[in-house]
């Protein structure tokens, strides 16, 4: 029963992209990263679904939408777990995993209060040491940022 | 060296390090070559540092060069609010090369981004000061004869020295065995340390001079800050511990130099300067061939 009830809490797409294993907490920012809040095409959200690995995950379809790996790699900052199933005549017919990409533009902010991003209006740029807990070390003051510091901008 | 600016000594490969510092070596001989004489270069120093500043007027006025530029923020329009950005757009016209320092970290590598002419980084907040790195090296090899293999003490703040995390992370390249004094509060930071076990490098800490310094090829001293200190009892109980005096050198070794950044408060007892080990001065006059040397190759002179 539970089951069945889950599975309809998103509906299925014909085409398109589904992102899995996202932390329920981090939805708004994979939204954000991805610029979803500003395209046209339809998309369903699910959040706080049951998830063993996660506690609670959520879950995006995107109707049409296809992602280059440098785009959506993006969202591994938020969404290291996440899971990519691409969409074809409502069949899966590729599956991969995000990986965290190497360096970093934009989406995260400076841990250091001294540090001129956040001073200036200037796009953030990092370098990633770690990948498996994520550590960023800034472009401009060289300082690191780890996972449990980061914020989303 | 990234676009042709000086940000961070990270930036430099050792070829490039060991190539300024043969340059260097030719200005201690001849400084006064009129190299700058159509040159404008611009000091900006968007918070004061006298020392840092005279240096670099030093070595641009000896090579000839004609210098614009603002001493502190408050006598720019910086304090009417004006972005960095602006600021570098702005003055990157009427120069040939900028020479910045700022209190906020990063700025000198966005700068080098905006500019069209070479940024020199004269310490960008706690980040980086290349150029004091540069002069420290010269200042070693040419008191040691070569880089490879040194013992180097290094004294103090420990923890907030920007200088001492950038010597050490040069002299790394060379072989080098650390060994770090200072109190419990301002221990040498755990990443500086993580980075020598990789390399394979010895390092030891102590809380006290002993007869330990009689290993050293350079003791390296900085000053202990009281505002460094949560608790300005802990400050009261160190303050005296980490000042340097002459007795203590007597059985260093001969060819054992005791260096300093400057401004020094009493770090070092007023005793050591008549000692030959002492070279502190000599260090900061260093200063002068080395920013010569660093300027004329990133105008591309030399
Ligand atoms: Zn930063």
Redesign the pocket.
């Known amino acids: 029963m539970k089951e069945t009830k889950k599975q309809l809490s998103v509906s299925a797409i014909e085409n398109g992209t589904v992102i899995d294993h996202i932390p329920a907490s981090n939805l708004f920012n994979v939204i954000q990263i991805l610029g979803l809040d500003k395209i046209d095409n339809l998309i369903t959200f699910g959040t706080n679904l049951e998830s063993k690995k996660l506690g609670r995950k959520a879950i995006i379809k995107l109707a049409g939408i296809y992602f280059e790996d440098d785009d959506i790699n993006r969202i591994a900052l938020v969404a290291p777990e996440a899971k990519l199933n691409i969409i074809k005549d409502y069949e899966v017919v590729e599956k991969s995993i995000v990986k965290v990409p190497d360096n970093i533009a934009g989406i995260a902010k ?1 841990v ?1 209060p001294k ?1 001129i ?1 956040n001073f200036e209006d200037v796009k953030t740029k990092f370098k990633v040491v770690s990948k498996k807990n994520v550590a960023l070390k ?1 472009h ?2 060289e ?1 690191i940022t780890d996972q449990e510091h980061l914020v989303i901008v | 060296m990234n676009n042709k600016s000086l940000v961070s000594i990270d930036d430099i490969s050792t070829e490039e390090m060991v190539s300024i510092l043969d340059l260097a070596k030719e200005f201690e001989k001849d400084p006064g070559q009129n190299l700058l004489g159509n040159k404008v270069i611009a000091t900006l120093f968007f918070e004061p540092s006298t020392r840092t500043r005279l240096s670099f007027e030093s070595a641009i006025s000896r090579l000839g060069g004609k210098i614009v530029g603002f001493t502190d923020a408050s006598s720019s329009s910086v304090t009417k609010g004006e972005s960095l950005y602006d600021t570098i757009r702005t003055v990157n016209n009427y120069s040939d090369l900028i020479v910045m320092r700022h209190p906020i ?2 700025s000198a590598r966005l700068a080098s981004e905006i500019s069209d002419v070479p940024i020199v980084n004269a310490g960008d907040g706690a980040n980086q000061h290349p150029t004091q790195t540069m002069l420290d090296l010269y200042s070693i090899r040419k008191t040691q004869g070569s880089l490879d293999n040194l013992n180097i003490f290094l004294v103090g703040d420990l923890k907030y020295g920007r200088t001492v995390h950038s010597l050490l992370m040069a002299m790394s390249r060379w072989n080098t065995t650390f060994n770090f004094i200072s109190p419990e509060e301002l221990k040498m930071p755990v990443e500086y340390k993580l980075y020598l076990d990789k390399l394979g490098l010895k390092y030891y800490e102590h809380s006290d001079f002993s007869d330990i310094i009689n290993e050293a090829d350079i003791i390296y001293m900085t000053r202990v800050q009281k505002e460094r200190f949560s608790d300005p009892m802990e400050y009261e109980k160190v303050k005296n511990v980490y000042v340097l005096r002459n007795s203590m050198l007597s059985n260093t070794k001969e060819n054992m130099r005791v260096l300093h950044p400057l401004p020094r408060v009493n770090e070092i007892h007023t005793d050591v300067d008549a000692n030959k080990k002492s070279y502190y001065f000599e260090q900061a006059l260093n200063g002068v061939f080395t920013r010569q040397a660093i300027l004329t190759r990133l105008l591309g002179l030399k």
């Open positions: 400076c250091n540090c991003t800034c401009y003051c300082k | 970290e990063g």
